[in-house]
């Protein structure tokens, strides 16, 4: 069990404790959580949103969002990654539909800037079929497929981000698995697997 006493390195504290102190005003709390935070953030809005400026905005706005919110936070209520999470998530649905009307062939594929052996190729093919399927999930199976399956949450961790029962979740991410298998099947010869 950790000491959470002020005198504690914030490297040694837990993201609630962490947040509280921020809440007082120590700097090199919030600083200590935004280095745990931002880069898990960031790479969850990349996978979701597929373009760099888009996830920056949407991580810097959750952010502040936690920042506003430190001095209020009850402690218990909710794990303040998984608040987090649940914010960028819901600022990414809120992008992804206002530019839903724009086809997915618009965005393109971006630069590869080390074209490379058929491997690379292969691979490159297999993660746009992926990030192709999955946008065209219904939004809560692609934000628990997501969360469940490239962040590697667990599904209490889901259901608390989504505010749902962890069966929910747990049936959330098996229909997207199924629909993915569904959507990507007759393909798994062109993408270089075996039956």
Known sequence: ?????????????????????????????????MRRLTPRLFGYAMRMLRDRAEAEDVVQEAMLRLWRMAPGWVSGQAKVSTWTF????????????????????????PADENPGAEA????KARLSALRQAIAELPERQAVALTLRHLEGWSNPDIAEALDIGVEAAESLTARAKRKLAEMLGHRKEELGYDS
Do not use: K
């Open 1 to 33: 069990m950790r000491d959470n006493s002020p005198d504690q390195d914030p490297a040694s504290q837990s993201e609630e404790w962490l947040l509280a102190a921020y809440g007082r005003g120590d700097e090199a709390a919030a600083r200590e959580l």
């Open 86 to 109: 649940r914010v960028v998530a819901n600022l990414a649905i809120d992008r992804i539909r206002r530019h839903r009307s724009a086809p997915l062939e618009a965005a393109g594929d």
């Open 120 to 123: 690379r190729l292969l691979d």
